[in-house]
């Protein structure tokens, strides 16, 4: 303990200290509006029937956004391409390269090009949109309701009205323009939809749709007379179909509530300690957005390639799995 001895090390320390008293007792700014459902930008813009009624949310808004930027960077890796990439394309060249190494490990050569838009896509989107809503402006600018102008001050641009906080203030609410998109039930649940509904149709074109459906209704012992094997064949393949339905809410609450629960913990923080110890925590949810987009492309890719290899190839595909996840790292 004789470093903290250190003036260096002391002053390094006061500095800290400091930070975190001014923050604590100035720059607290209320806490942030924490809503389960996505906030509606527009009024219904037209209705679905028995499905509802169509609004914009902030969800969509940053789905839309992280796409947008999805397709910048592959416009400009794609606009000048040279043989020796360099910049841009060296860039996305890698990381394309680097996955599709992992596909190909789990998958095989074959499958893991049929398989390697989807998983890539999952991958990707998920990444940028958990990235995105670390962003300054996510949860922090939108439209001020009636009730709350009074705990906001307000300044004059080009004839617009524009609200904020005063510094210092516990009280006021904005509804937000963006909020990430993996914030929203519906966005993970869309993906897991998706992802299962490609799982299953590669299944099918692999193996045949009644060899691939007999896992779920088999019942070839049941007519050959073996009543007790062929009610476990059936009892078996009901476990089957719900397992494959559990996997659609395994995926949709997982994302779901690691993204969510990250943005309340940051809100939290900045509510109650702001500036020093609210770093960390953001480089904490740098790591988690990484981890979940992997894991959601992961275990996509797994359920197809256990799909397409049929009904008790399970531990291979793990055993595969594993290999090429420590050789990776």
Excluded: C
């Excluded at 005063?166 to 939809?193: Q, W």
């Excluded at 110890?277 to 992961?298: D, K, R």
């Amino acid at each position: 303990m004789r470093f903290l001895t250190r003036p260096k090390v002391l002053g390094v320390l006061a500095g800290i200290l400091l930070l975190l008293v001014i923050g604590f007792i100035f720059l607290r700014g209320p806490i942030a509006h924490i809503e389960l459902q996505a906030e509606a930008l527009t009024p219904p813009l037209f209705s679905l029937g028995p499905l509802g009624d169509f609004i914009i949310t902030n969800s969509i808004v940053a789905a839309w956004l992280s796409i947008l930027v999805l397709l910048g960077f592959s416009l400009a890796a794609t606009r000048n391409m040279r043989v020796v990439p360099r910049g841009t394309q060296n860039f996305v060249e890698a990381i394309v390269e680097m996955f599709l190494n992992l596909v190909e490990g789990v998958a095989g050569k074959k499958n893991g090009r049929r398989f390697f838009p989807l998983v890539a896509t999952i991958f990707l989107f998920i990444l940028t949109s958990n990235w995105m809503g670390l962003l300054p402006g996510f949860g922090t600018i939108g439209l001020v309701g009636e009730k709350e102008l009074a705990h906001f001050q307000s300044f004059s641009i080009i004839g617009f009205n524009l609200y904020y906080i005063p510094i210092g203030s516990s009280e006021g609410a904005v509804i937000p323009f963006l909020r990430s998109a993996n914030t929203d039930l519906n966005t993970p649940l869309a993906m897991a939809l998706m992802a299962m509904v490609f799982v299953e149709y590669w299944g099918i074109s692999a193996l045949g749709f009644f060899n691939y459906s007999s896992k779920f209704f088999n019942v070839r012992r049941l007519l050959r007379g073996d009543i007790i094997n062929g009610f476990i064949d059936l009892y078996i393949g009901m476990v089957e179909a719900i397992t494959e339905l559990a996997r659609i809410v395994s995926f949709t609450f997982r994302l779901f509530g690691n993204i969510f629960a990250g943005e309340i913990l940051l809100a939290v923080m900045s509510f109650l300690i702001p500036l020093v110890v609210v770093v960390p925590f953001f480089g904490l949810e740098l790591f988690v957005g990484f981890i979940q987009a992997l894991i959601f492309a992961v275990l996509t890719l797994v359920f197809a390639v256990i799909a397409v290899e049929g009904h008790g190839e399970e531990e291979h595909v793990e055993a595969r799995t594993e290999h090429v996840a420590t050789s990776a790292a």
